[in-house]
C-alpha cells in the first residue's frame, strides 16, 4: 500500500536578479502558481505546501489552493540552501510521508504528467532519492585544472568516438526533486541511499534565474505546453 506524497514548493521572497519573480505574471498566473497547480493535478500527491518568507506569496499560494509554511528569516537569505527549507518544513509538517517532492517555481517547465510518472517510476525501481533530468547527446564538456590547463570532462578527446557509442550523460534540470524524509533527514541532502533520475525532453532543461532567461522559458512553455494548459 503507498502512503502519503507531499509537494513542497519553494518560493522566497527576495531575488537580486529578477525583483518579486514568484509573484510576477508568467503566462497569465503568477509563477508560483504554476508549480502549486502542477502539484494539485497530480493524483498522486496528497498535500501541497508552499514555504516562503514572503507573506504575499503565502497569500497567491493560499489563493491558488496550496498550505503555507512560514519560513523563518535566517533560512530565507541568498545563502540559505533548499535544504535548510525542507528541514523546517518537515519540522512543521512531519516527517511520515512516503515521498516528498520539492519544486522550485523557476522551473516551470512540467508537464501535466510528469509528476505522476516521475512517483510512479519511484515505487517501481524503489528508489530513496531522485531527480527530473535529461539526455545530454551533444554537449562535450571541458573545464580547467587547477593548473588552469583545459582537461576533456564527459569524453576523451585523445580517444574519439561516435556520438552513438557514447555513454548517456545526464543533465539535473531543477524542475522535480524527489526522496523520502527518513532519507533526506539522514543524509541531510536532497540525495541519499539509491538515486534515480526521471527523464524529460531537454527543452524542459531551461529555467528563470536572470531576466534574460524570462521571455525565452514563457516562449518555450506556450509552445511546448499551452495546448496542454489550455492557455489563451
Known sequence: MS????SIILARGGSKGIPRKNVLDFCGKPLVAWSILQSLNTPEIDEVYVSSDSEEILKIAEKYGAK???RPDEIAGDTAKSESAIEHAFKVIGSSQEIAIML???APLRKPDDMSKAIRQFRAENWDSGFSGAILEDFLIWKKNPEGILESVN???RNQVRRQDRQPDYVENGAIYFFRPKTFLENKNRFGGKIGVYLMDFWQSFEIDNPEDWNFVELL???YLGNLYQLN
Open 221 to 223: 512553455f506556450k509552445n
Open 104 to 106: 522550485e517555481p523557476t
Open 155 to 157: 569524453y576523451d578527446y
Open 3 to 6: 502512503g502519503k506524497v507531499v
Open 68 to 70: 503555507t509554511i512560514v
